[in-house]
């Protein structure tokens, strides 16, 4: 089973709250893995909030590949990081050769493009870097956007954070949102693409759960957009189906539990708004998940989200305090990173919630 | 002495022979007063017995006369096996025996020079279903938990009518942050996903008709299950169309146009919409030809409803049109759309054909979004009339014809825009949830039945040739007739309450599907929850092959 967790802050954090908050749950997932998406940069990336950064995981092989197709396209490279690795022997990890985060300027092209024509570029080229990269797994591309960081991979997530150095806090890697989760995908084969979160064109998305329309969303979702691909995991969908909502067909963030998590027909007859609901219903059919989960989401204002299945299979609480809100699927790791705060104010959302975060940490839930 | 002649017709020439035992026998005369097909009747027989009394053979005679039942040999009154004398009789004193050796294919066409015409089935019995050759494979355990078919919800409802793609949906958001929709969508009924399918009044007897219009009102109003009933074409009966449980029925239409004037005419006075209407292109039992209801069937109150003659009523083969079958059925579509001012779905029904992709796609690409549902038949199903030679021959098994259909859909991503109802020999082992929930698995977004809801009534007929005599207006369940003294044998009650029954069963039963998946809606086109142990299925219907 899986483990998620949601940090979001007034202040610039370090991904060492992240393993912390998902340590003590360690006994709910398997030790897998570890996977994060960081948004709202500081540190040494607090200046490149505009320009896109690449997360890749390759071979020397890959690197080289990844940088001449950067180039042919008109990308400079204007920030380089790699993490210290700190390599001891008997770490639990299958680590590859080399983690790329680079920064990059627009080409002169695309400067006076379109918000929309440069996020339609960023797509194309992360899809064309995966293609290249697929073949004996030269490598594993995770996001090239602005202001965005990922890294995923196989093994014990506190290995993994030995590994990269991420137990001890500092000023250089930091953000004000940090999504994460310890498990590599059990269910499927393991594939480094599967671990959630999954990102998507400034949407990220994690869940613990099982999503029994697989198939329906998975089958649906291929025609609906050129991202929309992979699959390896069951829980890609709940991006995909995140990302059509609210970016493709541009409806606000509370559709979103009335697409994935449908009202039965009885509530739905009534409501004032059936018309829409049942329209809403019947088109995004194919969209609806059934199956235990609680999903995470962040849209690219920085809100942060969480809600459950129909029939709340899957537990999920928020805690907060002044400066940050944790959502975490078991209390205990909130307890760990907000040791001080009034838990009397946790949240436990109901089958019919959804618990939004806006960019100023104010909490509203809403009922579906 | 009769002489015979080798070609006369003898019992062992028919399908049927029947077995009469005189020693049982009170002579009460139930079985031939019952026999609706006067294939028993009473006769006289003339028996000599030889006898000697005393200590040398000295034989002497006595004739004597005795009343028994015998069967006619003749093509026009033989037995149907239905079993009606077998049934009545208090002693067990007559059966009728299924006969191996019947002639009755060949002596019926020497003798008539016509096609053999019944009604029923197909009765060419080939390997196992495939439906039997599919389970229910995926059951959530552990962290995907199965749910609990008492204590959960589910909801148990299939569209009926056109959906638009999302991009099309006319929502605008307003400041409230809420979707406003400014436009008129087409019409969507959600319906229970089993429609009991469409048989015409004139097909069956006033009475079953009413009792399925009865079971059909009493499954919505008391039982809260949103059952529809197709009305069959053939037209319905003004108090009804004239009624509040006209929401309850969808008006069908065939190349005939049977029944439509008064349907028409009644429009003024509907105090409630139909819930849908159901163009008639073909049907699975007889693909390619037109319904049929022989002269015997057209009484007084059929040719009232039906604005006809006591004829052979024959529906054309093809909707007729100026130009083409497509011009004519689209201005059906859009001239019905148009009557019930859009807010009636407008749907079509086909036989299940080599083809049926072609048509599906041709629909599903109309830019006009106005067909709501496609209505498939396969070749199991039944029919109150036909040749033969189609019932038995002609005609495509409905199982991955939906599927095709189905996949044809995902390809375009258009899945779910023209809902798929299927039907075709469905329920015909009598488990009709599963057949049905194994057809939405594969995509179907619910299922029609007709044959299995004449089953639950008290029909005998099977597949394997018994009875099938729906053409002869002779039905000896009062179901397919409309002589008064045959209809006055079924109560109408009681075939309502079966159906109710029946029903109430299923419903639970498609619960009891739904939970191990860990599903609380349907599962349309879940095909992965399915697994079959017969390659060439799994491989054909693109499912999990499992040994």
């Given amino acids: ?368 | 002495m009769e002489t015979m002649k080798l070609n006369d017709v003898t019992a062992n020439d028919l399908p049927w022979k029947v077995r009469y035992d005189a020693s049982r026998c009170t002579l009460c005369g139930s079985c031939v007063a019952t026999c609706s097909f006067r294939a028993i009747e009473a006769k006289v027989e003339r028996r000599r017995m030889v006898f000697s009394e005393g200590n040398f053979p000295e034989p002497k005679q006595r004739f004597s006369a005795v009343p028994v039942i015998r069967q006619p040999k003749s093509i026009r009154n033989y037995c149907r096996g239905c079993g009606m004398c077998e049934k009545v009789c208090p002693n067990d004193a007559i059966r009728p025996d299924r006969n191996p050796d019947t002639r009755h294919p060949i002596v019926t066409r020497c003798l008539g020079g016509d096609s053999i015409k019944r009604g029923g089935r197909k009765n060419l019995e080939g390997s196992t279903r495939t439906l039997d050759k599919i389970r229910v494979g995926r059951i959530s355990q552990m962290t995907d938990p199965s749910l609990d078919a008492q204590r959960h919800t589910f909801d148990l409802l299939a569209p009926f009518g056109r959906i638009l793609p999302p991009k099309k949906l006319p929502f605008a958001t307003d400041i409230n942050q809420q979707l406003q929709s400014n436009e008129t969508t087409p019409p969507v009924n959600w319906i229970y996903p089993v429609i009991i399918g469409d048989m015409s009044i004139g097909a069956l007897s006033w009475r079953m008709w009413e009792a399925v219009a009865m079971a059909t009102a009493y499954l919505n109003e008391e039982c809260g299950i949103p059952v529809r009933m197709c009305s069959g074409e053939g037209g319905v009966p003004v108090r009804l169309l004239k009624s509040k449980y006209l929401k309850y029925m969808i008006l069908q239409i065939a190349s005939g146009h049977f029944g439509w004037n008064r349907i028409a005419k009644a429009m003024p006075h509907m105090i409630e919409d139909p819930a849908g209407i159901l163009i008639k292109i073909g049907q699975g039992a007889k693909p390619g030809d037109g319904g049929l209801l022989m002269a015997q069937k057209v009484a007084e109150h059929i040719q009232a409803i039906r604005g006809v003659p006591k004829a052979d009523l024959l529906s054309p083969p093809n909707h007729q049109g100026l130009y083409s079958i497509e011009e004519s059925v689209q201005k059906m579509f859009l001239s019905f759309n148009a009557a019930f001012k859009f807010r009636v779905p407008v749907a079509i029904k086909v036989a299940a054909s080599a083809t049926s992709v072609s048509v599906f796609n041709n629909l599903v690409r109309d830019p006009y979004n106005i067909v709501g549902g496609f209505f498939l038949d396969g070749i199991d199903g039944g029919t109150g009339a036909a040749h033969e030679v189609s019932l038995d021959h002609t005609g495509h098994p409905i199982v991955s014809k939906l599927r095709d259909c189905y996949l044809a859909a995902v390809t375009q991503g258009r899945q779910g825009q023209i809902p798929l109802w299927a039907a075709g020999g469905l329920g015909k082992t009598g488990d009709l949830a599963a057949d049905a929930f194994k057809m939405i698995a594969l995509g179907a977004n619910g299922v029609f039945t007709g044959k299995l809801i004449l089953q639950m009534a008290g029909c005998i007929g099977n597949d394997l040739g018994r009875c099938n005599a729906c053409n002869t207006g002779l039905c000896p369940a009062g179901i397919t007739t409309q002589e008064p003294q045959l209809a006055h044998r079924l109560d109408p009650e009681r075939a309502a309450q079966n159906i109710v029954n029946y029903f109430l069963a299923m419903d639970t039963e498609f619960k009891k599907l739904m939970a191990p998946i860990g599903n609380s809606s349907l599962p349309v086109g879940r095909s992965d929850a399915l697994v079959s142990t017969d390659q060439s299925v799994a491989d054909r219907l693109q499912i999990q092959h499992v040994c």
């Fill in chain 1, 1 to 368: 089973m899986c483990r998620i967790g949601a940090i979001k802050s007034r202040n610039y954090t370090h991904p060492s709250s992240a393993l912390q908050l998902m340590q003590s749950q360690q006994k709910g997932h398997d030790n897998s893995g570890f996977a994060m998406v960081m948004q709202d940069l500081g540190g040494i990336f607090a200046e490149y909030k505009h320009l896109p950064t690449l997360s890749m995981a390759c071979t020397d092989e890959g690197i080289r590949i990844a940088e001449d197709i950067l180039h042919e396209a008109g990308f400079l490279r204007v920030l380089q990081w790699a993490p210290e690795v700190d390599d001891q022997p008997g770490l639990d990890i299958n680590a590859m050769p080399n983690y790329v985060f680079e920064t990059f300027s627009y080409p002169r092209h695309m400067r006076n493009a379109s918000q929309r024509e440069k996020e339609d570029m960023l797509l194309d080229t992360r899809l064309r870097l995966r293609t290249a990269l697929e073949d004996d797994e030269q490598g594993f591309v995770y996001s090239f956007w602005p202001d965005v960081i990922t890294l995923k991979e196989i093994g014990d997530p506190r290995d993994i954070g030995t590994y990269f150095n991420l137990w001890e806090a500092d000023e250089r890697f930091t953000a004000k949102v940090i999504t994460a989760q310890c498990r590599q995908n059990t269910n499927y084969d393991i594939v480094r693409y599967a671990a959630h979160p999954f990102f998507l064109q400034g949407y990220t998305a994690l869940a613990n759960g099982e999503n029994t329309f697989y198939l329906k969303n998975k089958e649906f979702q291929q025609g609906l957009h050129r991202g929309y691909l992979g699959f390896e995991s069951d829980s890609q969908c709940f991006l995909y189906t995140l990302h059509y909502i609210h970016r493709e067909l541009g409806w606000p963030l509370h559709y979103y539990k009335h697409v994935v998590t449908p009202l039965p027909f009885d509530d739905i007859e009534q409501r004032d708004d059936k018309k829409q609901l049942l329209a809403i219903r019947q088109s995004l059919a194919h969209l609806e998940i059934n199956g235990p989960n609680t999903i995470i989401g962040l849209l690219p204002d920085n809100t942060m989200f969480t809600c459950c299945d129909a029939k709340k299979l899957r537990p999920v609480v928020i805690g907060r305090d002044e400066e940050t809100v944790v959502i975490s699927s078991e209390v205990c790791g909130i307890n760990e990173i907000l040791p001080d705060r009034d838990w009397e104010t946790d949240i436990y959302p109901n089958e019919r919630e959804v618990v939004m975060i806006n960019d100023d940490l104010e909490v509203q839930r809403w009922k579906q």
